[in-house]
């Protein structure tokens, strides 16, 4: 083999070496998990509650046991209340929640799992809710609901109680009586004076005379 072919061989061995080093280094980033199918799906609108919210990727996701850390789903209406439990099941390639909404409207699902190559995964589904049966909506959250913890209700303003108007007690019938007697009292006392005053006067004229 002449030094031109040598020299042609060594340069096509780097050449592939360094394509598959290239490829090995890449082909982490392409292991992460991928959606493939969910419940709600973006943009649906839902008429009746599913039984399960559900995310579901191309592959098998990491399970890290009970606790499912690194799993979240979260439901918000377009008021920011959050509506379930937060608690989550990962199932295969799979993860579920049980499924609650509040009024009709506009909400937004918010996931994230742990892919199998270990890096978290998330994304956004927006969806509309517009039941048939109302009763199926249920009350929704100020804080994002944590599983096995209870959840915050929204504060509710209580009406505040009007002062209750007082009014003077009528003037009982026994009353009136009494006042009546005492007008009559000082009515006859002036009487009195006037003619005391008068006989007093005829006399001091007749004296005169």
């Known amino acids: 083999m002449t030094k031109r072919l040598k020299k042609a061989s060594a340069l096509g061995t780097i050449a592939l070496a360094t394509v598959v080093l290239s490829l090995g280094a ?6 992460h998990n991928y959606l493939v199918e969910s419940t709600p799906t973006e943009g649906e609108t839902l008429t009746a509650l599913p039984d399960e919210f559900i995310i579901t990727t191309n592959d098998d996701l990491l399970d890290l046991g009970d606790d499912a850390g690194g799993f979240a789903l979260q439901v918000q209406d377009s008021d920011g209340l959050y509506y379930g439990d937060g608690c989550v099941v990962v199932d295969g390639p799979s993860m579920t929640a049980g499924a609650a909404l509040g009024a009709p409207g506009e909400y937004l699902l918010t996931w994230q799992v742990v892919s199998i190559d270990g890096h978290t995964v998330s994304g956004e589904i927006p969806f509309a809710w517009a039941p048939d049966d109302l009763s199926e909506s249920s009350t929704g959250s100020e804080t994002a609901p944590v599983c096995g913890e209870p959840t915050q209700d929204p504060e509710t303003t209580e009406p505040t109680a ?8 009528p003037v009982s019938a026994e009353e009136e009586p009494e006042d009546s007697s005492s007008l009559l009292w000082i009515g006859g ?7 005391a005053a008068g006989a007093t006067m005829l006399v001091l004229s007749r004296k005169k005379k």
């Open 189 to 195: 006392a002036i009487a009195a004076v006037v003619v």
């Open 26 to 31: 890449a082909a982490p980033a392409s292991a």
């Open 162 to 169: 009007e002062p209750e108007e007082t009014t003077a007690p």
